[in-house]
C-alpha cells in the first residue's frame, strides 16, 4: 500500500485548495477512502470518508466547506477545501477507511501533505 499526498501549502484565510491522494498497491476501486489531519498538539481528526459508489461522509468541523471526491480510474481522491479557517492548519493525509474506526486500525500512513492557513 502507498499513499502520496499532496497540494498542501500555504494560503490566507476564505482562501481554498485542492489536495490529492495517489493510491496504489491495493484495490482502489472497491475500497473506502477518507481525508484526516494532525494539527500542532492535538491527535488525529477524521475529516471525510467516501465509498467507491462516491457516498460521502463528513465531519461537522468541515461539512459545507470540504469536499471529498475520488477518481477511480486514476486511483486518486481528492479534497478540495474552501473558505479555509486558521484552525485548519494541519498536516493532511488520506487513508484505506470510512471513519475513525477504521483509521484507528490503518498503518500504511504516507508523509502527509502541510495546509497552513494564514495571513
Known amino acids: 500500500v502507498q499513499l502520496v499526498e499532496s497540494g498542501g501549502g500555504l494560503v490566507q484565510p476564505g482562501g481554498s485548495l485542492t489536495l490529492s491522494c495517489a493510491a496504489s498497491?491495493?484495490?482502489?476501486?472497491?475500497?473506502?477512502m477518507s481525508w484526516a489531519r494532525r494539527a500542532p498538539g492535538k491527535g488525529l481528526e477524521w475529516l471525510s470518508g467516501i465509498y467507491h459508489s462516491g457516498w460521502a461522509y463528513y465531519a461537522d468541523s468541515v461539512r459545507g466547506r470540504f469536499t471529498i471526491s475520488r477518481d477511480n480510474a486514476k486511483d486518486t481522491v481528492y479534497l478540495q477545501m474552501n473558505n479555509l479557517k486558521p484552525e485548519d492548519t494541519a498536516v493532511y493525509y488520506c487513508a484505506i477507511g470510512i471513519n475513525m474506526i477504521e483509521l484507528n486500525a490503518f498503518t500504511s500512513w504516507g508523509q502527509g501533505t502541510q495546509v497552513t492557513v494564514s495571513s
Open positions: 498497491g491495493f484495490n482502489f476501486n472497491i475500497s473506502a
